[in-house]
Structure formats: C-alpha cells, structure tokens
T-cell receptor
Framework: AQKVTQAQTEISVVEKEDVTLDCVYETRDTTYYLFWYKQPPSGELVFLIRRNSFDEQNEISGRYSWNFQKSTSSFNFTITASQVVDSAVYFCALSEARTNAGKSTFGDGTTLTVKP | KAGVTQTPRYLIKTRGQQVTLSCSPISGHRSVSWYQQTPGQGLQFLFEYFSETQRNKGNFPGRFSGRQFSNSRSEMNVSTLELGDSALYLC?????????????????FGPGTRLTVL
C-alpha cells in the first residue's frame, strides 16, 4: 500500500526566511511518481513539480527547490526567501506506475503561514 | 488552454437528497479523477474515468458514483446524502492517466465544488 506522511502540520515563518517542508513516502513499487501541490485559500490545487523515481536529480525553480532521496524515501520542498504569497497548504502526493491509473495518494498537507 | 472547470462551485443540500457535480477536463485530456477533501480525512481518491469507463476506484460506499461522457466531461453523483459528505470535491484531469509500467500523467485540478449537507 502506498502512503505519504507530512509530519509538519503547520509552519509559521517570517518573510524572507527559508523554510523546508518534509515529505516521506512508502511504496512497494520500484517505479513511482512524486508530486507537490500548493492549495491557496481559493481551494484549487496548483501543480508545482513532478519527480520520477528513477530520476534522483534535485531541482530548482526560482525560489523553490526539491530534494529527492530514495535512500530515505523523502521528497522535501524548500522555499528560499519566503514571501507572504507563499502562504498556503502544501501537499505531497505519490502515484504508483504499476497499477492505480489516475490515482494519487496525498499526505495530510502542511499549512505554511508567512508573516510580513 | 483553459483549465479544469467544475460546476457548481458551491452547493447546499439536506440529508437524504442526492447531488450531481460536473467536471470539464482540460481539452485533450481523457482521464478524469475525483477526490474528496475533508478536514478529518484529507484528500481521498474517489474514482477515475477514462474513455467513458471507470478504471480505478477508491474505498467509498456505493452511494458515490460517476460517469464520463464521450467528450471526456465527467459527472459525480452522491445519493442519500449524509452530513459526513460535506466536503470539497476536486476533479483532476490528465492526458491518459496511464498505468501498468507506462508511467503516469500529471494531474491538473479544478477549483472544486464545496458541498455542504445540512
């Protein structure tokens, strides 16, 4: 069975601080896909990144960066120099390639509050 | 391209009634998945449709059903509503969904329908 754990329920930082959101996953598949989504107060889940299990290269996109480590089954997300607009709920999700088409398993989310 | 659209955005029903929610996927996307989001249970997968067929199903009672039309638009129906059905219902579309070792598409989500059951 697949499982995603986001241990941090809420995080509060002051603007310009760096913040890392943790994600730990469990799966029996050797091929799987990991995602991060942002959910602002409007409710719509906004896709941020997708990472394939066979590609452990870390990625940076502007102020966002992701650290994927298969050895520890983690896919952590770092926001550098946080801004108030980053305030949202962030979800980590897992999809298995072998079965379960069209299904993602989500973590419980981390609510990030960035204060001015 | 226009994003995933869901209608209605807000809905208030009473216990025992039934409700139908609609989702129009991104043009060209053939896979539509539905999720229920509640404060207590988080985001849970309901089902996925591809080419008018339900291809995958989560652990929800039979009161939850869906269908997909030939233009890939999908509807979700909940019969005999219960208070616990109050939630944000999210629809996600992807080109193919895929499975069986062929990879998986990225899902793009709509704004959701917020259902309140009184």
């Amino acid at each position: 069975a697949q499982k995603v754990t986001q241990a941090q329920t809420e995080i509060s930082v002051v603007e310009k601080e760096d913040v890392t959101l943790d994600c730990v996953y469990e799966t029996r598949d050797t091929t799987y896909y990991l995602f991060w989504y942002k959910q602002p107060p409007s409710g719509e889940l906004v896709f941020l990144i997708r990472r394939n299990s066979f590609d452990e290269q870390n990625e940076i996109s502007g102020r966002y960066s992701w650290n994927f480590q298969k050895s520890t089954s983690s896919f952590n997300f770092t926001i550098t120099a946080s801004q108030v607009v980053d305030s949202a709920v962030y979800f980590c999700a897992l999809s298995e390639a072998r079965t379960n088409a069209g299904k993602s398993t989500f973590g419980d989310g981390t609510t990030l509050t960035v204060k001015p | 391209k226009a994003g995933v659209t869901q209608t209605p955005r807000y809905l208030i029903k009473t216990r025992g009634q039934q409700v139908t929610l609609s989702c129009s996927p991104i043009s060209g996307h053939r896979s539509v998945s539905w999720y229920q989001q509640t404060p207590g249970q988080g985001l849970q997968f309901l089902f996925e449709y591809f080419s008018e067929t339900q291809r995958n199903k989560g652990n929800f009672p039979g009161r939850f059903s869906g269908r997909q039309f030939s233009n890939s638009r999908s509807e979700m129906n909940v019969s005999t509503l219960e208070l616990g059905d109050s939630a944000l219902y999210l629809c996600a579309s992807s080109p193919e969904g895929l499975a069986g070792g062929r990879g998986t598409d990225t899902q793009y989500f709509g704004p959701g329908t917020r259902l309140t059951v009184l």
